[in-house]
């Protein structure tokens, strides 16, 4: 009740006063300012969380039977969300997405991770082993907007159809076999902070200096293949094409080559590449970072941009627009992270935006471990049950499992494709739980990576063993990249099958116990059972979650 | 113990199914006993053994595949540093017993020394220079691990025990057209000599095809050379061999001479049984491989398709229309340029920027029938692995159509004509630097 009332005295506010003067950046929104912080920040939740408006528990979660075909209405037209089940309060969903042109539907089961395929590819693997060998069978991958927008441009995009028809189906071919697969595309925002050299956050948008145009590297906009023209007010001073003139003083402009990435041209960028979920341009500030201010700042343009995003999105029919949670590492109540939830909630009630699923970004950068789960703590206490929650670029086993146990539906990260690029295979066993290929161990190890891995280099008839792998390796075989890289996707989705599976059993809290148990052996000489060095955060963590490891 | 070559569905190759002799088969190296970009999923996708096993078979060089790390043993292993250090390789030998990769097992597999022991030299000398020197019981091998010596007794026992070929080569000691004739002289003495002991010593279930060191053929008197022929000639009579392989034949750079040398070395063993197989190991382009087919070759060796996947090329040399060329209903065919090889340079080929077809209309393999030219451009700009994978997939399958079109040709007696065409796109292309090689959409 005192939920409601408390949105009525925020009541609704205008769009355009949500867009600030430019001196006005560290102000609290208009819309935050009759928030009631000391109360956490939630909406639409279920047991066993407790109740949206008071310390009660919350009603129980429905859920459908797996097999539920999807339903995709008004208020979610490209998406659709099913829970299954919950354990404790890690949940097995189902996310139903619009199929692309032509396609049939791929349901997401979660969790869920998602490799990235940066350039929209994944690095030696072809799109016919991603969604066809049934060890992989990756429902959805992830693609990089600032890259894709770099090379080769998303308005060629746009005319083959999108990304999905760009990277899997021949359409002048009529016996092609199109592959099924689901895309979610980044906003560019995280390129805030791995190109942060390169790039400056104003008002209007980001500013990067675009380091392929760098005359360093002599490219000389080669890179702008797929462009028409250059009449866009995005990509500014479009490099020549002809290399043959290219004077002195055309190298020093070259310098100053930018590309302004606003939040319209992100949606546009999205929409243009047309993959099923595409995110909301935020200002990603590095969790490292010490300065307060910054992420003040930060947190309440996301939510200004967030906006923006919403009204340059042309394409709500059939892709969904998720938000990104910001606020730094600042868990407290009343603190950023509360903020921004906050300003969502507040812009789902008003009726404003009807995101159909929510991102949690700014992590992964650095920060500790005890501050990283206490954000993704707060932010699934806090965020709709009825909606998917994706956690931005965590990807390591220990953390999905972890984040999992605390509600967390989806993961995307580069990890388990570029640490197989170094010789590095992810395995079971004590913590980190890698296998260094390249080491002499290995030299002469005639074991598969993982017994009873279905991947391609663990399984079957084929087996690969260790010092196979090595010797190719060695050699810098692309074999062994390939084979490397399968066999890291296959464990990732290994590891999310067996935790959807756990917890549609309700066995969630036994699974990521044994999980934990064996990463951690310290101690088992001593009582059988090991687990006397289970980090701290760990443990807190799969305590909030209700499980006792 | 049953052999693995006795379990697997590889064509024998000493059968004469799908037109015996007349069947022309590439011959595809490996590189470190596996093929490049192909994963077992791709292998088993793209090329199913019953799809292929007449036209694709394997090539391992022994070379590459067989390499191991030899492990010291340590003196003492008291503390922790002495531990790690006994893990160590403190080197690298030849392993007779090193197994092919299981998926490889189905295809028919040949076993070389080395498939050219001049251009593993320049790779791996820093000199850049050909350095390939042997003594009566060994060769010297350039390897990714350094020079290795490969003896006649463990390179025999890795054909037959360890790598289970269909069919090996006997061990040859090459030398390089201009080495010295003393030198040379040794080359085909220790040739001779290895491959008696060889033949000796074989067991009976499995092929083998006679080294021939074609670069010393040109020396008519030479006795080493007609001693090579005898011996040969006498192996193939008492059906101590199957085939004859003719090794560093591609390394002569005079196209009317490697034809000459070649109908020369062929017509030394006119008097070989018509089943005999003649393969020559290694070609480094398509003119050679056209050359090899004129001339009569039943197994062609090449690695030209990782070789233009790798240069971000895409085979597109039209092997399909060479009936009915002079068909006026023929496709319109749309010139482009492409290479000598009958290649289309895709890093360079901006026209494919936003072309939504495949590389080749009407190719099926997996790379056309599933991604189009702009996408493949886009990965060739991106320096994506992929680009190698999907390019190579295609050029295998392309080259593995060239060499079905060769053997239908050869079958029906048209080898002529097939020859001109090809030959025909390859000089327009020397000429012109256009080729009319693709059927226009």
Known sequence: MGGNEEEKAEGPVPKKQRVEEPHDFSRLPDELKNVDFSRPIRWGKCFPYISDNDNTPAPPVSTVPVDTPPVFDDSSPALCHYIHAVSGRARACTIHLKPHKGQTTRPVPTPIFMPVGTKGCLKGLSMHELTTDPALSCPIILANTYHMALQPGTELLDEFGGLHCFMGNNINNETSKEYNFNLLTDSGGFQMVSLAKLSQVTEEGVTFENPFLHPQKGDHGKRYYGKKNSTTTTIQDEAPTDDTNVSEED??????????????????????????????????????????????????????????????????????????????????????????????????????????????????????????????????????????????????????????????????????????????????????????????????????????????????????????????????????????????????????????????????????????????????????????????????????????? | MASKRDKCSASSPSSNDDGGEKAVRLLLHTVDGAIPYLTPHLLETCFPIEQVKDFLWIGIAVRDACISPVMATPKKDTDETKNKKKNKPSGYAFSPTTEPDAWLLPYTRVTVPTFDPCQDSIRHSHKNIVDVTASNDHVMVWTEFGRQTLTREAYDTAAAEGLQSHASVTLFDACTEDAKAKRKRASLERTNAWREETIKSHASDGTLWASCLVAAAKEDQDPGVTQQFESIQNALDNKSVNGVAFVNWQTISDASQRVSVLQQCIQRIKNAPTTTTLAVLSTNSLEQVMECFQQGINIIGTNLPIQWAKQKKAFVCDVGNWKNRKDPKRPKLEPSSVDADGCFPVDSSETWIRDANPILAGCSCLTCQQHCRAYLYHLVQTKELLAEILLFIHNLHHMIGLFRACSQSRISGSEEELCRHIQDQIANNNNNNELQGLTKH
Not at chain 1, 444 to 462: F, I, K, R, Y
Not at chain 1, 477 to 498: D, E, G, K
Not at chain 1, 516 to 531: L, P, Y
């Open chain 1, 251 to 549: 190298n020093n402009n070259k310098d100053k080559r930018m590309m302004l990435l606003k939040p319209e041209d992100s949606i546009r960028y999205q929409n243009e590449i047309g993959a099923n979920i595409i995110m909301a341009l935020d200002d990603v500030v590095s969790s490292v970072e010490v300065d307060a201010d910054r992420f003040e700042m930060a947190t309440y343009r996301t939510l200004r941009w967030y906006d923006r995003c919403l009204q340059a999105h042309q394409k709500s029919h059939c892709q969904n627009l998720f938000p990104i949670v910001q606020g730094g590492l600042d868990t407290s109540p009343g603190g950023l992270r509360e903020r921004c939830l906050a300003g969502f909630r507040r812009r789902e009630l008003d009726g404003i935006a009807n995101a159909p699923g929510y991102a949690i970004g700014g992590l992964a950068g650095g920060e500790s471990k005890d501050d990283f789960w206490r954000v993704v703590d707060q932010c699934c206490k806090a965020l709709p049950d009825n909606k998917p929650r994706y956690l931005m670029g965590v990807g390591y086993p220990l953390d999905l499992v972890v984040c999992s146990a605390l509600g967390v539906d989806m993961y995307d990260c580069v990890y388990p494709t570029r640490t197989a690029r170094f010789g590095v295979a992810l395995v079971p066993g004590p913590t980190p739980g890698t296998l260094r290929l390249k080491s002499h161990d290995c030299a002469t190890d005639h074991n598969v990576l993982q017994e009873g891995c279905p991947c391609q280099a663990c399984a079957g008839v084929h087996k690969v063993s260790r010092a196979r792998l090595h010797r190719l390796l060695k050699t810098e075989h692309p074999l062994a990249i390939q084979l490397l890289t399968q066999h890291n996707i296959a464990y990732m989705m290994s590891l999310v099958r067996q935790m959807r599976q756990a917890i549609l059993q309700d066995k969630f809290d036994a699974f990521a116990r044994d999980f934990v148990h064996d990463q951690f052996r310290g101690g088992a000489e001593k009582n059988n059972s090991g687990g006397q060095d289970i980090p701290v955060w760990v443990r807190e963590a799969l305590a909030a979650a209700g499980i006792d490891v």
